[in-house]
């Protein structure tokens, strides 16, 4: 598998999809020595050094702007205004080809680590970052489309994409001829091109992975912080290596670079700390950990409050922040922390002897629990007549606020309202449980005119209750006016004292002013954490392990945990009374929902128990046996655990015969599958891996069957039974002015037709993956032809397409009805030199799809079944059956391999599971699929009951075989390879 890509990219919705590139070898040699190398899981802020800087401001950057020169002569770039930060970078030059391409200063052995650039825009310009290597000048771009190109491209720089300055859509790299992958950046209709809005891009280089981000700046919390996940991740080893980085600008106005910046990591240092850097709302009794340095004996720890304390600290001027020196360990417990407090710590590693150097950490941070917490969820109503668009709602809403908690002055930010009778006006609030109530704030009524008009209330008596029936005074408290300013913060604070509130109610009795008129901004109630909260599982998870522990937050004056759990969430079982905030729970068992609720208690408070809310989860549905993601090509090689034909002298071969032994792009989760090839032509006539499992309980946890993923690959062309016909192809497509494919055909001379049922289509290498029926002059990459396929989905599921003379672009009608999928028929009919193209969802009736095509072409012509992958490096399979031609058709089936090497594909041979139990007894299972599994490329989901495995003991299952063939009544077979993932055994969810 060198040099092949494995791609990971984010959708516009945030999931994730998966494509692929394969390119299989078979067999496997002796293991080789392999130098293995760690990669950093890596964040800027952890354990990063600044390599490079530039924010271009006046007397402010690192690296002054004249440094920037572009190595494509008569290049300019000056200083302008960007977004936020006063200056910023621009290319003076207008127009695509003088587009920049510069080197950063000092930056010129590059390898793991991370570049990061704000980018604005007043045109549809792009970004970009280019890393070249030094051995052969070749490397990569990644590219930061904006409006008319909406990708972020990572393109080849070998293969002519933008090397020394050219335009992108001049080298064919948007058309694709010098990409590695385009995902679109899913920045939506929201771009402007008017300097105002900066966008933040980040290329992240760990050996052989590149990962992008694109986001607009000012959603980034923290710029130096985690971005999450990343848009795209590829792994590529063909285009790394040490070298420069340069920035890219495809100039088509005077769009703008700031705050250019490249980290890179020094194995010295320690990473990854926890809390992580900048965390808030972090346990008072949390204990600090990091990750070491690779060559660290020891760890000093220093922590503080004071950010130039610890920085400046050091084992000679240790102040009062070297909490530990010395240590062996890798974490330090800091004891009980000060709520509400911002702390600052670092840990230097130190080496062994003899030097016993010592790498000075980063100061991370992180800040404590805040004392009290506001209360959501809040509901209020009012007996007074409110002012339209003033509601009491306004009071709770936080509208009029911002980020420095300062009030507006604007009336329908806030409530006002007059009494609707002789009783004194009131608010009254709802929580949605019990609190531990600790204060109330209020920002009183704050219009421009409030110091006249006096609407804010003033003298106010303050009720609570725990049921709304039974209330008790607080007392009276008088509101302070408000200042009438936009700058007005809270100036009244009521101290609850944290007794156990569910209702407020305030009772107005008088104003600042003499109008019989009330208003008020704002309240927040604050409250003291009793209850257990964030479990773990998270309320609502679903496919959480078995085996999974519950956790979660524990009310800060509990001092023993009361743990339910069930099925049945009106009727819960005392699983546990800890003193620890977790809890095992017993006898989960698979597919399931479960209801849980923790009470925290402690007698010797006046509220002796907090009762916690109704969470719940739901069960994985299978647990893996192998997810096949731990072998690797040194210590813990896949042929080693799966024994196969060279130890227990069947037909099988597990692993390929060069690392990586195990198949890292075609797989159904994770980054690995196994590969087993089957060679069923000599005795014992099957071939099979073995796996031990050890006298594993398989009917655990209420288990009731198995799940295995198997992909296999059509032959080349196969004529099965029942007017069955079984095809494989790989290409890039049927378009354009040559073609990429597999054409099974026989010669037609005159009028005539051809009918096909696609039965089956794998649509997983691309969308436009095409099965259907062709006429064609001859087996030319660039023949004129008219063809009617079926498609992965793209063109609605079917599109009319040909091509009209030799060596001319394909043209094509899309489906413009409602989209189609296989099983769907196809026909393609010739009358002269008019070709018609039909689909139907019965082989009755038929729809005709775009108009008719003049194609001339000389008798005889070729008439038969096409399909093409749409991907160079991954194959496709289909099935056809009802194929049914008219006219003056002659001849054997050919096949022709068109604009590509066809892969030769599988025999079809049945695949099989057997699982023996510790004392001998074996049960054997046939895959059901039809065509068999090795003869279809998508993957097929097995799952196996329990029932199949009769005779065995799976509560004591000793060995599993996965194998290609009968292995009861052995015969003579054919040869191949499967691809076999995600073993597991559980039951799934609802299932009875």
């Keep these: 598998m060198a040099n092949q890509s494995k791609v990971t990219t984010r959708n516009a919705g945030g999931g994730l999809t998966r494509a692929v590139s394969p390119g299989r070898r078979r067999g496997r040699a002796l293991p080789c020595a392999v130098v293995a190398l760690a990669v950093l899981v890596m964040l800027p802020s952890a354990s990063a050094q600044v390599l490079f800087f530039a924010d271009f401001e006046d007397g402010v950057g690192v690296n002054d702007p004249a440094q920037w020169v572009p190595d494509n002569a008569g290049q300019a770039w000056g200083v302008a205004a960007f977004p936020g930060s006063g200056q910023g970078l621009s290319q003076l030059n207008e127009g695509c080809g003088n587009s920049g391409n510069t080197p950063l200063p000092g930056v010129t052995n590059f390898t793991d680590g991370i570049i990061q650039l704000d980018m604005s825009w007043n045109d549809d310009d792009s970004w970009g970052v280019i890393f070249r290597k030094t051995a052969d000048d070749a490397g990569y771009i990644v590219f930061f489309g904006y409006i008319e190109t909406p990708y972020v491209i990572i393109g080849d720089l070998a293969n002519g994409c933008a090397p020394d300055g050219t335009c992108l859509d001049s080298t064919t790299c948007e058309g694709g001829g010098g990409e590695i992958i385009q995902v679109d950046h899913g920045l939506g209709a929201g771009l402007t091109q008017d300097l105002s809005v900066s966008y933040t891009g980040r290329v992240e280089v760990q050996g052989d992975t590149i990962k992008v981000w694109y986001l607009p700046t000012a959603d980034i919390a923290d710029p130096l912080g985690d971005f999450g996940p990343p848009l795209v991740e590829i792994q590529d080893s063909a285009h790394g290596g040490p070298g420069s980085v340069g920035i ?35 346990i008072r009794d949390s204990i600090l950990s990091w990750q070491p340095g690779e060559f660290a004996a020891t760890h000093d720890v220093y922590l503080g409050t004071a950010f130039d304390d610890v920085n400046d600290a050091s084992r000679a001027n240790p102040g009062d922040v070297l909490a530990s020196q010395g240590q062996t360990g890798t974490s330090y417990d800091a004891g009980r922390l000060e709520l509400g407090q911002t702390y600052y710590w670092r840990v230097d590693e130190v080496n062994a002897a003899p030097d016993n150097t010592i790498f000075k950490g980063n100061v991370w941070s992180f800040t404590v629990e805040p004392l009290a917490y506001p209360v959501t969820g809040i509901a209020v109503q009012t007996n007074a007549i409110s002012d339209e668009g ?153 496919g959480v392990d078995v085996g999974t522990a519950l956790a979660w937050r524990a009310g800060r004056e509990a001092d023993r945990h009361e ?182 055909y026989k010669s037609l001379t005159g009028n005539g037709s051809l009918v ?133 058709v002659t001849g054997a089936w050919e096949v022709a391999e068109i604009g590509a090497t066809q892969p030769e594909g599988n025999d079809p041979e049945p695949v099989y599971l057997a699982i023996e139990d510790t004392s001998g007894n074996v049960a054997v299972v046939t895959c059901p699929a039809d065509p068999p599994a090795s003869a279809w490329s998508a993957w097929y989901e097995w799952v196996i009951p329990y029932s199949e495995l009769g005779g065995v003991n799976l509560n004591s299952a000793a060995t599993m075989y996965i194998g290609v063939g009968d292995r009861d009544n052995p015969t003579s077979g054919g040869e191949g390879l499967i691809v076999v993932d995600d073993i597991g055994y559980g039951r799934p969810y609802g299932a009875q």
Excluded: C
Aim: glycine letters at 10%; zero cysteines.
């Design 248 to 282: 890219w600008h495809e100039s088509q106005g005077g769009s703008m670079i700031d705050n250019v910046m490249i980290f890179g990591v020094s194995p010295g240092l320690a990473s990854d700390p926890h809390p992580a850097d900048g965390a808030t709302d972090v």
């Design 756 to 888: 096909a049922r696609v039965d089956d289509l794998d649509v997983t290498p691309d969308v436009w993956v095409k099965a259907g029926v062709m006429i064609r002059q001859d087996t030319g990459t660039g023949s004129q032809h008219s063809f009617m396929p079926i498609t992965g989905s793209g063109g609605n599921g079917a599109s009319w397409q040909g091509r009209v003379d030799e060596g001319l672009a394909s043209e094509n009608q899309d489906n413009s009805g409602d989209p189609v999928a296989a099983p769907y028929w196809v026909r393609i009919d010739r009358s002269g030199n008019s070709f018609t193209g039909f689909i139907s969802p019965d082989g009755e009736t038929w729809t005709q799809i775009g108009d008719p095509r003049d194609v001339v072409m000389n008798d005889p012509v070729l008439i038969g079944l096409a399909l093409t992958s749409h991907n160079a490096n991954q194959a496709t399979s289909a099935q056809f059956s009802n194929v049914t031609f008219t006219g003056n």
């Design 563 to 744: 743990v339910y759990l069930g099925t049945d969430p009106n009727d819960l079982a005392l699983i546990e009374t800890t003193e620890a905030p977790s809890a095992v729970a017993p006898g989960l068992e698979f597919g399931s929902d479960y209801f849980w609720k923790v009470d925290e208690v402690n007698e010797a408070e006046a509220i002796s128990v907090w009762e916690g809310s109704l969470w719940s989860f739901a069960t994985q549905d299978f647990a893996l046996i192998d997810g096949f993601e731990s072998y690797d090509d040194e210590e813990n090689r896949i042929y080693d655990t799966w024994l196969d034909g060279w130890v227990n002298e069947t037909g099988s071969t597990v692993g390929y015969l060069e690392a990586p032994f195990a198949e890292t792009t075609i797989v159904n989760s994770g980054r690995q599958s196994m590969p087993l090839q089957y060679d069923n032509s000599a005795a014992p006539f099957y071939s099979e891996a073995e796996y031990d499992l050890g006298g594993m309980n398989l009917a655990g946890n209420g288990a009731d069957r198995l799940q295995l993923f198997v992909s296999g690959l059509a032959p080349g062309f196969y004529e099965a039974g029942d007017d069955v016909i079984l095809m494989n192809a790989i290409g890039t497509d049927i378009w354009n002015t040559g073609d990429q494919f597999r054409f099974a």
């Design 390 to 542: 003033s509601g009491p709602e306004k009071t709770i809403d936080g509208s009029g606020l911002n980020s420095l908690d300062q009030h507006s002055t604007e009336a329908t930010d806030m409530w006002s309202g007059a009494a609707s009778g002789a009783d004194p006006v009131y608010l009254e609030y709802e929580f949605d449980r019990v609190y531990k109530l600790h204060e109330l704030l209020v920002w009183n009524y704050n219009v421009q005119f409030e110091l006249l008009l006096g609407y804010g209330v003033k003298d106010v008596t303050v009720e609570y209750s725990e049921d709304g029936e039974n209330w008790t005074t607080l007392g009276d408290v008088e509101f302070a006016q408000a200042t009438a300013t936009s700058d007005y913060t809270a100036n009244t604070t009521v101290d609850f004292g944290g007794v156990p509130v569910r209702f407020v109610r305030l009772t107005i009795n008088a104003g600042h002013g003499i109008f019989p008129r009330f208003g008020l901004s704002e309240v927040r109630f604050t409250y003291i954490p009793a209850h257990a909260r964030e479990p773990q599982p998270d309320d609502g998870a679903t």
